[in-house]
Each structure stands twice: as structure tokens, then as C-alpha cells.
Antibody, heavy 122, light 107 residues
Framework: EVQLVESGGGLVQPGGSLRLSCAAS????????MDWVRQAPGKGPEWVGR??????????EYAASVKGRFTISRDDSKNSLYLQMNSLKAEDTAVYYC?????????????WGQGTLVTVSS | DIQMTQSPSAMSASVGDRVTITCRAS??????LDWFQQRPGKVPKRLIY???TLQSGVPSRFSGSGSGTEFTLTISSLQPEDFATYYC?????????FGQGTKVEIK
């Protein structure tokens, strides 16, 4: 069974940093692109960013709203995905989900982890 | 960025009703259009990908259609477990963007 388990969320002050992790199991992690998607309270999902696989040089893409502040990385030896979040703002408050995608254009965002809540507040 | 507009934003329906939700893209998206269901307090779950392909394990009362810029999710006979919010997603180009959601409530 494919499983994605996020951790690392919590309460952080504006301007602070937080690192989220996602532990993957049940599939060949290294063969997949991985994405972070967030959902603010009462809002729809918003894509945060992507990291590609080794064959594609682990290149990344980011939403404009987080570019320059967030960094996505992965450790294939640990089947783990990470999201380093710096210079956090109140508007970054959301549940953060990791999700799996194929290396092509057809198969995106399936499945999702259970999410981890990040609250940015003083 | 490609804008995805869903209609309606909310609707009331009864068990057994046929329900149709529309998603319009601000430009053509080559059928890279998925539908997700999110029950209250739960994680989004993919129902349909590539506009019309049913995700494994999803009941056949769900179907997707459309092409170009206009797409439709249809639930042929609404069941109690289908009361949820539905989102469309385009992934034809970066950034991938979701619709604002359609909340299906019990009449």
C-alpha cells in the first residue's frame, strides 16, 4: 500500500523557519516526482512546488508565492521528501500535503499524505 | 497562470440525483484535467484523470468529459457518501492550478 506521512508542522512566528518531512513507503520513491500542495483553512488546494527524479537532475519548480523562500529536497536513500520553509508569513498558514506524481504529464497528485498543519502567528 | 473556474460554487441535491459540475480553463489544457473529491476533514482524493479516465477503485457513477477549455464531472446517481467538495486541477503547464471548488450539500 502506498503511504505518505508528513511531519514537522507546528506554530511558528512570522519570519521564522520550519522544515517539513514526508516519509514514503509502498512504492519505488526514486522513480517518482514529488510535490507539496497546501490548503489554507476553508480554501482550496494550492500547489507549492515539485522535485523531479535523479534522471531529471532533481530539478525543482515552485509557485511564485513561495519562490525564494521555500526549498524542496529529497533523499532517495531514505525514501523521504522535505520542504524547508524560511521567512514565513501569516499567509503560509495551511495544511501541507506531500503527494506523488509520475515522471510524465498524465499522472499527477495521487495519492496525498494526511497532511501537517503549519500555523504562522505571533 | 491558467485560471480554472468551476460552476456552481455550491449546490444542494438529493440522494439519487444526477449532478453535473463544470470546470472552465482560461486557455486550452490538452485534457490534462483531473477531478478530486474532498470529504469534510479528509484528504483530497483523485477521482478522474486525463479528463475522462476513472481512477481505479472509484465507483462508475462518476464520469468525466470535455476537451480544450470546458470539462464536466458527472455523478449519475448521488449517494450519501458523495456529499463533499469537488475540485478540478489543470496540469498542462506550470503552475498547476485548482478550481475554487464546488460544494455538494444535502437538500
Amino acid at each position: 500500500e502506498v503511504q505518505l506521512v508528513e511531519s514537522g508542522g507546528g506554530l511558528v512566528q512570522p519570519g521564522g523557519s520550519l522544515r517539513l518531512s514526508c516519509a514514503a513507503s509502498g512504492f519505488t520513491f526514486s522513480d517518482h516526482y514529488m510535490d507539496w500542495v497546501r490548503q489554507a483553512p476553508g480554501k482550496g488546494p494550492e500547489w507549492v512546488g515539485r522535485i523531479r527524479d535523479k534522471a531529471n537532475s532533481y530539478t525543482t519548480e515552485y509557485a511564485a508565492s513561495v519562490k525564494g523562500r521555500f526549498t524542496i529536497s529529497r533523499d532517495d536513500s531514505k525514501n523521504s521528501l522535505y520542504l524547508q520553509m524560511n521567512s514565513l508569513k501569516a499567509e503560509d498558514t495551511a495544511v501541507y500535503y506531500c503527494t506523488r506524481s509520475s515522471t510524465g504529464w498524465f499522472d499527477w497528485f495521487d495519492p496525498w499524505g494526511q497532511g501537517t498543519l503549519v500555523t504562522v502567528s505571533s | 497562470d491558467i485560471q480554472m473556474t468551476q460552476s456552481p460554487s455550491a449546490m444542494s441535491a438529493s440522494v439519487g440525483d444526477r449532478v453535473t459540475i463544470t470546470c472552465r480553463a482560461s486557455q486550452g489544457i490538452n485534457n490534462y484535467l483531473d477531478w478530486f473529491q474532498q470529504r469534510p476533514g479528509k484528504v483530497p482524493k483523485r477521482l478522474i484523470y486525463s479528463a475522462s479516465t476513472l481512477q481505479s477503485g472509484v465507483p462508475s457513477r462518476f464520469s468525466g468529459s470535455g476537451s480544450g477549455t470546458e470539462f464536466t464531472l458527472t455523478i449519475s446517481s448521488l449517494q450519501p457518501e458523495d456529499f463533499a467538495t469537488y475540485y478540478c486541477l489543470q496540469h498542462n503547464s506550470y503552475p498547476p492550478t485548482f478550481g475554487q471548488g464546488t460544494k455538494v450539500e444535502i437538500k
